[in-house]
């Protein structure tokens, strides 16, 4: 349709790789160029980003992947979601004071996810070595990559709180006692030992797979949980609700969990199936609200106007509602996952959509399941009065909400037609103490979880927090397969399903659809401390134009315009038939790129 574009799709027939950070995407496409496949690729990019995007994502965090392997023709899940330590009890942090977790701190960790979950992708999809793919990462914080300018800002934000309360972090982030300049190089030596420390250990045994199994015993049993479980066993530190508390992880807890492997959840819309991860993430609200917008008339909508703009945001409320009430980890709750993704609900909830904006919290009403649906509306409409403290839980557009962190994403296919979508967060600079000589902060996943009872999100040992991180692949009737995703906690499936919908409806490419005007709804509870929905609210970038801004309001949207070009992280790549590559990376903040050939 002519749509404006600030950059290329790029195209090719060897490989693509696409993240939010340009050296990211460089160390995948070298991983293809030595003749590894999309999971090395992949593997390689994940720890690099925890080195260059260091308050976004770490070693301590977690990962959904979704992953399709050309040789059976199969996607499957990986999921790098750790849970809840075996002390993590409601008693237990009620009787701490709390009313909510913080969203920084101690208290607020669950077992880290990710390490494993690469290691289960390398091991099982990959065909390099543990050295080779994690090579780049030890290189950039041995001898240091260049400090991006909002990773020097969170510092220095921090600075005064690293210098008073965790002193661990301190010592990383402030080399010599002063933040990092932008620009400048900055480097991890510890985080390098640790890692040239596993590699060495994990080399004692021969063999591709049964080095990889023995990292995976160094992490979870071996010298890093150690280091993890004598920090936890006396640290006490300042956290999100404005106090110091002791964490409830153990080495025990670490050497119990492993990743997995799990079908996806899919959907059908306009000749696409489209796979996401199960209701312990918030995937399955992209695959609702599609479900919900087939009732609407929206293919004859301007992609670009009001119209457009305004059934979407009013299904995303509809989707996201109900994830408030049901949504959880299905290994403890009964999720009505059939009902939901049912047409005939859809069909109920798209004739709630009216002309005006609502301003209500309108979860379903699910036989058997009121309580959980009032719980819902309840916490909407009254949220808990909490002090802020050294919050640093809300991991979305810093930029834009004067918070501290986001997460990242990585998409990668292969000249086989192998495939990732992954979308690694946590373990943030921001979200607790540097670990005593390992050079990486614990995860903070555990904020979303309620310290009430009862709920598919209430705080239990071995649950699974809903998460929001919600990788995406799609297959188009014609075998067109497609991978993408975007940080932005409760945001992204948000843009991802504006993302979509405007390539399918728009007929724009990769790019084109990536860089047209994105908004979003911040009109339900969010998942992040401390929990405050903003009824009926959304933000949109001016770029949308002042006409569909005005008669936004005018339908009784809260409009908060968003400065052109700062509202969404998005990359994609895809793979036609005929083993055409394409992949695309959003301008926003300058550091996300796609590469190729």
């Known amino acids: 349709m002519g749509a404006f574009t600030t950059r290329p799709e790029i195209t090719g027939t060897f490989g693509v790789a696409t993240s939010t950070h340009w050296i990211a995407s460089a160390v995948g496409m070298g991983m293809l160029e030595r003749g590894g496949n999309a999971f090395d690729a992949a593997v390689a990019m994940g720890f690099v980003l925890q080195v260059v995007e260091p308050h976004l994502n770490g070693p301590a965090g977690e990962v959904p992947l979704l992953i399709h392997t050309a040789a ?24 701490e004071g709390l009313k909510l977790i913080p969203g920084s701190g101690l208290l607020a960790t669950v077992i880290p996810g990710a390490f494993d979950a690469w290691m289960l992708t390398l091991r099982d999809h990959g065909t ?35 210098r008073k309360e965790w002193p661990t972090s301190a010592e990383v982030w402030l080399p010599g006692g002063n933040a990092p300049k932008a620009g400048a190089l900055f480097c991890n030596p510890a985080l390098a030992d640790t890692w040239e420390r596993l590699v060495r250990e994990a080399e004692t045994v021969s063999g591709r797979e049964a080095s990889i199994d023995k990292a995976r015993q160094v992490f979870s049993s071996g010298f890093v949980a150690e280091a993890i479980d004598d920090y936890l066993r006396s640290a006490e530190v300042m956290d999100g609700s404005g106090a110091r508390h002791r964490g409830v992880m ?41 479900e919900i917008l087939k009732n609407t008339g929206l293919s004859d909508m301007d992609v670009m106007g009001d119209d457009f703009v305004h059934t979407t945001i009013e299904a995303i409320k509809l989707a996201f509602a109900d994830r408030e009430a049901y949504y959880g980890d299905p290994d403890f709750s009964d999720i009505p ?18 002309t005006d904006a609502s301003h209500a ?57 192998n495939m990732v979508s992954a979308t690694p967060s946590g373990g943030w600079l921001q979200s607790s103490p540097i670990v005593p000589g390992l050079g990486f902060a614990l995860n903070s996943r555990a904020q979303m979880f309620w310290l009430d009872p009862d709920l598919p999100t209430s705080l239990a040992p071995g649950r699974r927090p809903r998460t929001t991180l919600t990788p995406s692949m799609a297959r188009r009737e014609d075998g067109t397969r497609l991978a993408f995703g975007t940080p932005g906690g409760d945001q992204q499936d948000q843009w991802q399903l504006i993302f ?7 007929n724009m490419n990769l790019q084109e659809a990536i860089d047209a005007p994105l908004y979003h709804s911040m009109h339900f509870t969010p998942s992040f401390f401390p929990r405050k929905a903003q009824p009926g609210h959304m933000m949109i970038e001016a770029s949308a134009g002042e006409d569909v801004i005005k008669n936004l309001q005018a339908r009784g949207h809260l ?34 790129y796609a590469v190729g050939r």
């Not at 799990?262 to 959907?267: I, N, Y």
């Not at 993704?341 to 909830?349: G, H, I, K, N, V």
């Not at 979509?500 to 728009?506: V, W």
Request: charged residues 20%; contains cysteine; proline residues 6%.
């Open 72 to 95: 059976d023709d199969r996607t499957r899940v990986i999921c790098g979601q750790g849970t809840a330590p075996a002390g993590a009890t409601i008693e237990h942090y009620r009787a």
């Open 128 to 162: 390099m070595s543990l050295g080779e793919v994690l090579a780049p990462a030890i290189h950039y914080a041995r001898h240091g990559h260049p400090m991006l300018e909002r990773v020097a800002l969170a510092i220095e934000g921090l600075a005064p709180m690293f």
């Open 250 to 290: 153990t080495g025990e807890d670490m050497a119990g969990w492993q990743a997995s492997y799990e079908e996806p959840l899919t959907g059908e819309y306009g000749g696409w199936t489209i796979s996401k991860t199960g209701p312990w993430g918030q995937g399955p609200v992209l695959l609702q609200t599609l």
């Open 337 to 354: 996952l059939k009902r939901l993704l049912s047409a005939e609900y859809a069909a109920e909830r798209a004739a709630l959509i009216g």
């Open 361 to 417: 919290t309108r979860p379903g009403d699910l036989a058997g399941l009121s309580a959980q649906a009032q719980a819902a509306i309840a916490r909407a409409e009254n949220p808990a009065d909490v002090s802020v403290g050294a919050d640093a839980g809300e991991p979305t557009m810093a930029h834009l909400t004067n918070r501290r962190g986001d997460t990242v994403h990585i998409d990668v296919i292969d000249r086989w037609g």
């Open 500 to 506: 979509f919908l405007r390539m399918l409806h728009g």
């Open 559 to 592: 409009v908060e315009i968003a400065s052109e070009w700062s509202v969404g992280r998005l990359t994609a790549a895809s793979r036609d038939p005929g083993g055409m590559l394409r992949a695309a990376a959003t301008p926003r903040l300058m550091q996300a």
